[in-house]
């Protein structure tokens, strides 16, 4: 087969004790699993089920980058996660059954275009603009599951120049790792290499170039990111 142009390289994330790297297919994002965040959003948790959004690969950047501030916003928003990586495939699997598809974890960062969020949401439509963009999905090395263990009361920071603006722990998600996987399940064959970011505590906030941010997960490698200045034609 002859392509017309070179298709860009395959996303791949560090993982410790690894010099393999862990390739990268989709990435799915759940909204509003803290009831603390879905408050300070003006919200309220759907627990019926849990909802996505999906940042495509082009969106990935490893931790320790700059990053130009977002173009098309005038306020733009850190949110921490604790990130799920699927290993194994996993088609409507039972609760009981889901963390089999786990590979392991990482510290990542959601960054969103707060002020297009809001308009879309005003106007009932797709965040898509808000979230699915250039370096919008920060992440440090993946911890294998069995190295990391069980998911629990871990905790859960974020600091913007030194100065804490979130801090949760992980069993204040309102829909577990299991319970996630099994759902999202329902819907797609997961397959090996994809990521799900699980949300993030409240204390989200803007941020503006020379910030640096530095997200912790105990147990985890950090994240770490700095804002420059934005992108100039």
Sequence with gaps: MTLLFAPPPQPSIAVVGETARFPVGRIF???RNY????KEMGAEVDREAPFYFLKDTAS????????PYARGTADFH?????????????????V??????????????????????????????PWDFAKNFERAAVIAPIVKKE???????QAITLTVDGVTRQASRLDAMVWSVAELVSHLSRFYRLAPGDLIYTGTPAGVGPVVPGN???????????VDLTIGPAETV
């Design 212 to 222: 640096r941010i530095h997200g912790e997960i105990a147990g985890l490698p950090p």
């Design 60 to 67: 990935l950047t490893e931790s320790g980058a700059t990053i």
């Design 147 to 153: 190295d990391f263990g069980p998911v629990a009361s």
């Design 29 to 31: 994002c759940v909204g």
């Design 78 to 94: 850190h949110e921490m996660e604790f990130v799920v990586a699927i290993g194994t495939p996993a088609f409507d699997v039972p």
């Design 96 to 125: 009981e059954r889901a963390m089999e598809a786990v590979y392991g974890y990482a510290a990542g960062l959601d960054m969103t275009r707060r002020d297009l969020q809001a308009a879309a949401k005003a106007k009932g439509k």
């Design 35 to 38: 009831a603390d965040h879905a």
